[in-house]
């Protein structure tokens, strides 16, 4: 689904919605994550964690069986085709999959770790900690997704780095608050930068997916999708809660949730390495 589903909306739109059409497709995944933020802890709670791992399953079987009724649209395969591997020999593309990887592991970091910090610091129950933060965050990332992908298709018809400016400034701008947040001993310091950084990371969402798609030629799409999937949730996500893990039991979850902060920063780093990047290319026409 992943490396599918991403290539068959953009290719039903033109290039300069390609931000915007991503971002309302990742609005599901925003809305799924901070869903399963709200009620899997309260779940857990309820009924325990290995009954919520099935409650939690039955929408996507429901949701997988409409999928297999949707017509399936057909292209002929492109005439000349070079290997896709190459993909990783271009810079530019492998600043935005490092980029993708760091962000995706910094959110993975506070997505999971912020209602037991929460609980550690600020003495509230883990549930009254969930469905505290899940508005918060649900409000934030949904606008901060639209409003991202909204702004990153507008500088991309002036300048053909639009998109990468936008996420690199964004994720930059989120890395004071989420060092705020992990520092300050007020509870309502804490809610109010989360609110904020959630709100700035989202915008990586849309435009990201679709400057891998101006990177790369058509009938890699899909390859390149699979790789960013793989590398974002296998490096990224996987790998962010056991190092805090670690961390948090070696040095407490304070300084464990700084590797995040860290992680944040060196993505923006690496997205406005991309626009340099970009900016040192050849005027060219995206596929």
């Keep these: 689904m992943p490396r599918a589903a991403p290539r068959s909306s953009l290719h039903r739109f033109p290039p300069r919605l390609r931000a915007r ?20 802890d309260v779940l857990a709670e309820w009924v325990g964690w290995r009954h919520s791992f099935m409650l939690v399953g039955l929408p996507g079987v429901l949701i997988g069986r409409a999928i297999l009724r949707l017509p399936v649209p057909t292209s002929k395969p492109p005439k000349e085709t ?3 591997w190459a993909l990783l020999k271009i810079p ?28 550690r610091y600020h003495h509230m129950s883990i549930g009254r900690a969930s469905g505290l933060l899940a508005p918060l965050v649900l409000v934030s990332s949904a606008v901060g997704v639209l409003v991202g992908g909204y702004l990153a298709d507008r500088l991309q018809e002036d300048w053909p780095w639009g998109r990468a400016l936008i996420v690199g400034a964004a994720i930059l701008l989120a890395t004071p ?9 007020s509870m309502i310091v804490f809610f109010a930068c989360i ?6 990371l989202a915008p990586y969402f849309g435009p990201t997916t679709a400057i891998i798609h101006d990177l790369t030629p058509r009938h ?15 490096f ?7 190092a805090v893990g670690f961390l948090s039991d070696a040095f407490g979850l304070r300084r464990g949730l700084l590797l995040g902060v860290a992680a944040n920063f060196v993505s923006a780093l690496c ?9 040192r290319r050849p005027a060219s026409r995206s596929s």
């Design 21 to 40: 059409v991503q971002s309302v497709f990742s609005l599901g995944a925003v809305l799924g994550g901070v869903l399963e933020l709200a009620a899997g």
């Design 82 to 84: 070079h290997p896709s």
């Design 92 to 119: 530019t593309h492998d600043a935005v999959l490092a980029g993708g990887l760091l962000v995706s592991f910094s959110s993975a970091v506070f997505i999971s770790w912020s209602p037991t910090f929460i609980t």
């Design 177 to 185: 608050f989420l060092y705020v947040a992990v520092q300050a001993e």
């Design 195 to 200: 609110f904020v950084a959630t709100g700035s």
């Design 220 to 234: 890699a799409h899909a390859f390149a999708f699979g790789v960013y999937m793989f590398a974002i949730h296998f």
């Design 236 to 242: 990224g996500d996987a790998m962010a809660l056991a």
């Design 271 to 279: 997205f406005l390495a991309a626009v340099w990047l970009i900016r």
